[in-house]
């Protein structure tokens, strides 16, 4: 091959340069020819390419409202996570005293652990309650109803 621009004729020997570029001046034969390598292909064999982020599906909306839905879901969860109900908001049945009844069922035994337990059922109780997802141990009461007590 022949350089277009110093005329350098290549030789078998001129491996160190790469073949694309002419090892005496170090141009690249297609920039010195300006030949566009880009194929031509004819119009009834090019393939179409879709632009897929373009066009969007009935399903891509959904799932997308789906992930903001969740979202929003979450930050409003984790908002009002430590709001537990006031005192006054309970249902009046929650105030209600448990109800003791004597039982009718006959004693029993059972194995536990290798060891045999006798149990005498005495009575029955029925309980309303509320189950709550936040516990304070320290059994601090919010500083709105705290008390002082200054007695001497």
Request: include cysteine.
């Amino acid at each position: 091959m022949q350089c277009p621009k110093c005329q350098y004729q290549r030789q078998a020997a001129d491996h160190q340069a790469p073949d694309w570029q002419c090892p005496a001046c170090g141009v690249a034969y297609v920039k010195a020819y300006k030949v566009n390598l880009t194929p031509i292909i004819p119009p009834n064999q090019r393939v179409k390419h879709a632009n897929y982020f373009g066009k969007r599906t009935l399903l891509d909306y959904a799932l997308t409202l789906f992930i903001l839905c969740s979202v929003l879901l979450l930050v409003i969860a984790f908002a009002q996570k430590d709001q537990l109900p006031d005192h006054t908001q309970l249902l009046p049945a929650l105030k209600q005293n448990p109800l003791q009844t004597i039982t009718p069922q006959k004693p029993f035994t059972f194995a536990y652990r290798g060891e045999q337990y006798a149990i005498e059922p005495v009575a029955e109780y029925e309980l309303w309650g509320m189950v709550v997802t936040h516990n304070d141990i320290t059994g601090t009461p919010p500083p709105a109803t705290l008390r002082s007590d200054h007695s001497k």
